[in-house]
Every structure is written in C-alpha cells, then in structure tokens.
C-alpha cells in the first residue's frame, strides 16, 4: 500500500480555511484518498474521499493534484471543533477486506 | 439512522482474564472492523468480517478472535489479558467490503488491564 506523510502539527485561526496537506508519491492508479478526523478519545469520523477528481462535501473539499502524488484537505471555515487529529489514507480499490492504515496524521489545533 | 454502537463503553479487567466487547453496525451495513488504539502504536487493524466470514485479519496473537452474527452485529474477544492490552478497541461498520465505501466508526470500549 502507499504511504502518506503529513505534517505532525499545523495551526488555523477560527473562521479561516484550513489546509491540511497529504503526500503520497508512491499512490498507484488504482488507490483512494481518504480522509479522516479524530477529536481526542472519540472514534474516527469520516471526512470525504477521491479516486482521481476533486471532491467536496458538506464537511470538506479535497484536492487531489493531476498526478496524483499528493493531496490537501480543505476546511474552509475553521471553528474550535473542528481542533482534531486528521489522518490521510491510502486505500487500494478492488482489494475487499483491505482496512484503512492510520499513521500518525496532523494534530490541527484552530486557534480564536 | 443510528450509528455504530459499542458495549461496554469502559471496562476495567484484571491480568489473565478475558473480556467481550460488542459492536451494533448502522442499520444495512454488512462490515464490521475493529481496530486497536494505543497511545505508543496508534490505530492497529485487528480483524474485518462480512456476512459472518472473516475477511481479513491484522497481525494480532491468537488471543484476539472475533465473530459476526447472522444480524450483523460483532464481538471481539481476547482471553488471558495483558497489561498490554489496554487500549480504546473501535468498532467500525461498512455496507460492504468495497474499499469505494468509506467505514463508520463507533465511540469506542475502553479497556483498561490491571
């Protein structure tokens, strides 16, 4: 599987976009980006993820650039709660049973 | 729709006893995954099921086993506990194995082994 590297800590001010960016040079053709959030001692709550195109949901939108080699998750208006761990994970498509594989991810703190 | 239910949500045990967790997917989902949360590994895939078959299976010792019932819903059970095994044990549930469909994770049991 691919793997991601993220910054270990970022800041946003509150009201702010936050970019949270992903690196995964080695992500085959046929591997999803997903994204992931954990506010502390809470399961993980899904954000949004992509194949090849970008995505927006109600959450979030995700970058993913032409070729495919890294990713930004973006919050576009920060609140407090949205202080997290986020997790950026690569996932083969077609590989049933494949889990997710966290590595540490970026501790986002949104600051007032 | 409800989400992912866990039972108990904490749970404290002592060294060599066993312990059942339970966990109740959203309503449809047919996958369940559990994983294991420490502060020194991180979040560790344990095992997945679908339609009650284990699918896949992380790199646990034998003392974690699991089961799906025929409704669904899932029990993981790790006999002849350790220290170790203290950890927040996640429940996650999927429609179905497809990676395509992203998974729903429940709050959470918290194990504490003393």
């Known amino acids: 599987d691919a793997k991601t590297t993220q910054p270990p800590s970022m800041d946003c001010a509150e009201g702010r976009a936050a970019n949270l960016p992903c690196n995964h040079s080695?992500?085959?053709?046929?591997?999803?980006v997903y994204w992931y959030r954990q506010i502390h001692s809470q399961g993980p709550q899904y954000i949004i993820h992509?194949?090849?195109n970008n995505e927006t949901n109600e959450m979030a939108s995700l970058i993913i650039t032409e070729d495919r080699k890294s990713s930004t998750l973006i919050l576009p208006h920060a609140t407090l709660r949205d202080t997290a761990v986020y997790y950026c994970?690569?996932?083969?498509?077609?590989?049933?049973?494949?889990?997710?594989?966290f590595g540490p991810g970026t501790r986002l703190s949104v600051l007032p | 729709k409800a989400g992912v239910t866990q039972t108990p949500r904490y749970l404290i045990k002592t060294r060599g006893q066993q312990v059942t967790l339970s966990c109740s997917p959203i309503?449809?989902?047919?996958?369940v995954s559990w994983y294991q949360q420490t502060p020194g590994q991180g979040l560790q895939f344990l095992f997945e099921?679908?339609?009650?078959?284990?699918?896949n299976k992380g790199n646990f010792p034998g003392r974690f086993s699991g089961r799906q019932f025929s409704n669904s819903r899932s029990e993981m059970n790790v006999s002849t506990l350790e220290l170790g095994d203290s950890a927040l044990y996640l429940c996650?549930?999927?429609?179905?194995?497809?990676?395509?469909?992203?998974?729903?994770f429940g709050p959470g049991t918290r194990l504490t082994v003393t």
């Open positions: 994970i690569v996932r083969p498509r077609g590989n049933y049973g494949q889990n997710f594989v």
């Open positions: 992509g194949l090849k």
């Open positions: 080695t992500i085959s053709g046929n591997e999803y």
């Open positions: 996650a549930s999927s429609p179905t194995s497809d990676p395509s469909y992203e998974q729903y």
């Open positions: 309503s449809g989902h047919r996958s």
């Open positions: 099921y679908f339609s009650e078959t284990q699918r």
